[in-house]
């Protein structure tokens, strides 16, 4: 798990320097700073409006009497992709405005369900219950 968090930490500030030298030498550096402000004004609207939409569907869901699993991870992923929207770079936004549309969260979602599945057959999914 160090290893994992260790690699995160490095190789994505190396991929998004690369990229905004990439991109910043073709286009000049007045583009890329004008994109990288675009794409996060776009994934802040579209953040905020798939926020609310979830928040309507958790509620709906609770008023039925049933629980909004489903609404509740697109929840997660919605902040998540706000969250990576919010660190400067082409890589991060890219991966925030995958979790942010729907369609490519429905997929994200569906590859979470066979992995969780995976890990609950094989008995590599351990719940901890600390002190309580």
Do not use: C
């Amino acid at each position: 798990m160090l290893l994992r968090l260790f690699l995160i930490f490095t190789l994505v500030p190396i991929i998004e320097i690369w990229l905004l030298i990439q991109v910043g030498s073709v286009i000049g550096p007045l583009p890329t700073i004008a994109i990288l402000l675009a794409i996060s004004m776009a994934g802040a609207w579209l953040a905020r409006s798939q926020g609310f939409r979830v928040i309507l569907a958790i509620r709906e869901e609770l008023a039925m009497g049933r629980m909004p699993a489903a609404h509740i991870l697109d929840g997660a992923l919605i902040l998540a992709g706000g969250i990576l929207l919010l660190t400067p770079g082409f890589f991060t936004d890219f991966i925030g405005l995958f979790f942010l549309i729907p369609v490519t969260r429905d997929l994200l979602k569906g590859w979470l369900r066979i992995w969780l599945e995976q890990k609950l057959r094989q008995g590599n999914f351990v719940i901890h219950n600390r002190g309580r």
